[in-house]
């Protein structure tokens, strides 16, 4: 059975940072995309990176420039490293992965992730 879970969430000053992981287990995800995604209170699930096999990442422009997602295929753990965190961060951050390689313009969207984290809290303080 294919497992996702989320670690490292927390509480965070404005401009701080934070590290999330995902550990995966059940299958060997080396070859398939992975996200992260994010929902604050009141709010719609929303993507927030993507990391293809290869290395390759998408952002969302919300997060470009200061969130890096990255991957260690031999731990099958991915990555969330939040830098200059502001207060609209604050958000349940998932981890998802897909049962097959999408293409970007299918890894914004949440019908594209097979398999779900339960979640990590985020909260960032002003």
């Known amino acids: 059975q294919v497992q996702l879970v989320e670690s490292g969430g927390g509480l965070v000053q404005a401009g701080g940072s934070l590290r999330l992981s995902c550990a995966a287990s059940?299958?060997?995800?080396?070859?398939?995309?992975m996200g992260w995604f994010r929902q604050a209170p009141g709010k719609e699930r929303e993507f927030v990176a993507a990391i293809w096999s290869g290395g390759s990442t998408y952002y969302a422009d919300s997060v470009k420039g200061r969130f890096t997602i990255s991957r260690d295929n031999a731990k099958n753990t991915v990555y969330l490293q939040m830098n200059s965190v502001k207060p609209e961060d604050t958000a349940v951050y998932y981890c998802?992965?897909?049962?097959?390689?999408?293409?970007?313009?299918?890894?914004?969207?949440?019908?594209?992730?097979?398999?779900w984290g339960q979640g990590t809290q985020v909260t960032v303080s002003s």
């Open positions: 998802a992965t897909t049962r097959v390689p999408v293409f970007r313009v299918a890894a914004v969207r949440i019908t594209a992730y097979d398999y």
């Open positions: 059940g299958r060997t995800f080396s070859g398939y995309t």
